[in-house]
């Protein structure tokens, strides 16, 4: 078969809702794009891990520290789901990781931003995770397999980080007004980039036609953050505190809420690499991973070791 | 900086989310061998009380059908309406057959 036949023939089954499988043809664009889009994924899962690290050791009380702990945990688990997804497309998540490490993968700008109190945790897990829910549950429908079943058992774990935040929100809230002002600053901190997480609008999206013509996503940039907007929205206000947009307002018509514009320069500018902690952020996923050369390999040491004392008791070479 | 990874081999992993159902495959773990193939497994595919058994496999001891191939070698069974309960008649009425 030449290729236009094959296209026709993969075009058909996305279209009509089937799931691409790794050992299906797949159009070299298509697999690109996911391999670029899907191990982003995954790195800003690993790098989301840094902010929220700055706390475990600061939370107020052990309830609070297991469960963020848990948290940053899941966090790793899900940079792993993404990966092992990507391997699928023929890649080596070492590969991937070291294009981080070099500095020449991009994650979620969300990450360059420092994490300066305690209700910076809550807004995260609210804001940043609420927003990261809506976008995983889309792309939990991807017409990839592997990515689609990656991102169903990672949204089936986000909840858990969305409410612990809400949690501390509601703590602080309704707490002295020390408290109160410290979670309306962070609120003020991290609304705009969250709106920025969902990524240009859609007429500046180089990617979005693509991705949306073969289902990878379902929904636009625009789409998904209105989403977003309409359900914060009325929780912010739930706790009696304020968003920084002065043009917010409601719109009776359509039921949405109308935000005022980004800030799209700044946006641009993290994305390539001014913001507050890009340089951070990459110094201590370096550290981390030289710091744990020598695991890696006293653990294959001792695989080699017990491998020349007896064979694996499976049969299976695995050298 | 970077590493030879000649020995971390991606081993493909399968999880029993409780028991009596079947395993069914999760993802992948890299690993040095099967023991640290099974904890990494259990760390990143079984962090919540769901998972009663994991089995893990060198990706590589994977042999599996091409999709190429899937008209002529699944056909066997494509023109053999005999094989399911619906090709048989029966009497109107007949209960429990």
């Not at chain 1, 043009?247 to 690499?273: A, M, Q, S």
């Not at chain 2, 595919?45 to 008209?71: C, F, K, L, M, Q």
Request: proline share 6%; with cysteine.
């Amino acid at each position: 078969m030449d290729e236009t036949t094959l296209l026709k023939a993969f075009e058909a089954r996305v279209a009509a809702g089937e799931k691409i499988e790794p050992r299906d043809w797949m159009p070299e664009r298509y697999r690109r794009q996911l391999v670029r889009m899907m191990s982003q994924h995954a790195h800003s899962e690993i790098v989301g891990m840094l902010p929220e690290g700055n706390w475990i050791t600061r939370a107020p009380n052990l309830r609070r520290k297991m469960a963020l702990l848990a948290k940053v945990q899941d966090e790793a688990g899900h940079g792993l789901y993404i990966y092992s997804a990507t391997e699928t497309l023929g890649v080596d998540r070492n590969d991937l990781i070291q294009e981080l490490l070099d500095g020449k993968a991009k994650y979620s700008n969300i990450f360059n931003y420092p994490t300066l109190t305690w209700a910076d945790i809550g807004v995260i897990g609210w804001f940043v995770d609420g927003a990261a829910i809506v976008n995983q549950t889309m792309l939990a429908k991807a017409s990839y397999g592997p990515y689609a079943r990656a991102m169903i058992r990672i949204c089936k774990e986000e909840n858990f980080h969305k409410k612990q935040g809400y949690e501390i929100c509601v703590t602080l809230a309704k707490g002295t007004p020390a408290q109160r002002q410290m979670l309306q600053d962070a609120v003020n901190r991290w609304w705009w980039p969250t709106l920025m997480m969902f990524g240009p609008h859609d007429t500046e999206s180089a990617n979005s036609d693509e991705l949306l013509r073969w289902k990878v996503k379902q929904k636009t940039n625009d789409e998904l953050r209105q989403h977003f907007v309409n359900i914060t929205v009325p929780q912010v206000h739930a706790l009696g505190l304020t968003l920084p947009d002065p043009d917010l307002r409601y719109d009776e018509e359509t039921g949405n809420w109308i935000t005022g514009e980004i800030d799209w320069d700044e946006f641009w500018r993290v994305v390539r690499g001014h913001g507050p902690c890009n340089r951070e952020r990459l110094r201590a996923r370096r550290a981390a991973h030289e710091e744990g050369t020598w695991v890696r390999e006293a653990a294959r040491a001792y695989a080699a070791k017990q491998q020349r004392k007896t064979r694996p008791s499976n049969g299976v070479e695995v050298a | 900086m970077t590493e030879t990874n000649d020995r971390m081999v991606p081993w493909e992993v399968f999880v029993q989310p409780r028991a009596g159902a079947p395993h069914e495959h999760a993802g992948n773990v890299h690993a040095a061998d099967a023991e640290m193939a099974l904890q990494n497994a259990r760390d990143v595919y079984a962090r919540r009380g769901n998972v009663v058994s994991i089995w893990v496999v060198p990706a590589a001891a994977i042999h599996a059908s091409r999709p190429e191939d899937t008209g002529p070698f699944f056909d066997p069974a494509d023109d053999k309406p005999y094989r399911h309960p619906s090709f048989y008649k029966v009497p109107h009425g007949t209960r429990n057959i």
